[in-house]
């Protein structure tokens, strides 16, 4: 049976998880990624995977190239269907996803989430392999007021990355409805995704300066930084620090092979679910935690709220969860353990 699955942006952080699960589960794995992002050793543990598994050799397939490159892409989808083969499906991650960055360099974010799909979706169409999954945000949603997100609140992101997923969601259902007895569409909203496969094989590559609170904490717990900025000590919540909806990455990732197989085997159609846990952590909570299971020091500053930030946010994953059946099993405590464990083995970002 052809069990292809075609997976931009699958050597970075999340997309490097999934292809890990889709590999055990016994699938042609099929990676387009430039690595204008993706940790090398992500590279080359999935290489290494494939290459020592007998049962299972060179079934992760790796392609260098960038999703606006339309010629790359015809020849890779050519290529398969001269082995009278198609994608069953493609789970689209490729993508840049720095809020800050998106604010300082908006063209060449438009320019790969929004043009890179594009390409995508034409030779997709192309080829007649109709069935995708895309990697989309709770950013969508903006600053709002509601503490529980559901899918069905209006899109309001407040910057030029959000902008970006909504204009894609947008694309996608306008494809599917120039033809919808064929396309099937989901649009996956990540709340916050962190930790990494114990193994401590796939990371994220960050900076010095991440964005992100769990690089950030992991710098200042390896001495790399010397505090946690953490804004505001007066939200509404029970310690005045904000709260989130951390989602480990390997919970996150299955909820994709769910949604592959939700799509595949029902009707066509499109649909647009957040991928949370449903509970929130505050701030200071996800020190604590950080700090007791890994037995190290976050020293931390309070900072004046950033502008446009709000007191909680929080997915409302029922949807999610009648449909796929799809139930996050993994714990705050593993998220921290898992993190730091990915930071010393690895060190990306030194
Ligand atoms: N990590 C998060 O917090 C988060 C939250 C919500 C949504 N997302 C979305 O999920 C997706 C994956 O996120 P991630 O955290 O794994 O990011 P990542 O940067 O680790 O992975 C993205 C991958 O896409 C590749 N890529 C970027 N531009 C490309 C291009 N033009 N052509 C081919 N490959 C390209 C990068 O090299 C990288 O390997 C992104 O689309 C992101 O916007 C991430």
Known sequence: ?????????GTGYIGSHISLQLYKLGFDVHIVDSFVNSPGKNLENLKNFS????????????????????????????????????????IHLAGLKSVPESISDPLRYWDVNVNGTINLLNVMKKYNCKSIIFSSSATVYGNVKETFLREDLPCN????YGETKVVIEKILSNIFTSDPDNWRICNLRYFNPVGADPSGLFGEKFSYNPSNLFPYLN???????????VFGKDWPTKDGTAIRDYIHVCDLSYGHILAMNYLLFKKSQILNLNLGTGKGTTVLELIKTFERVNNCTIKYEFEDRRPGDVSSLIADNNLSKKIFKWYPQKSIEEMCKDSWNCFIKNKYAI
């Open 51 to 90: 290459n020592k598994d007998k049962n299972f050799k060179n079934r992760i397939f790796i392609n260098e190239g960038d999703i606006r490159d339309r010629k790359f892409l015809d020849e890779l989808f050519l290529d398969i269907s001269k082995r009278k083969e198609m994608f069953l499906a493609v």
């Open 1 to 9: 049976m052809n069990k292809k699955v075609l997976i931009s942006g």
């Open 157 to 160: 992101p407040c910057n030029p």
């Open 219 to 229: 710098l200042v717990a390896g001495g790399k930084k010397k505090y946690l900025r």
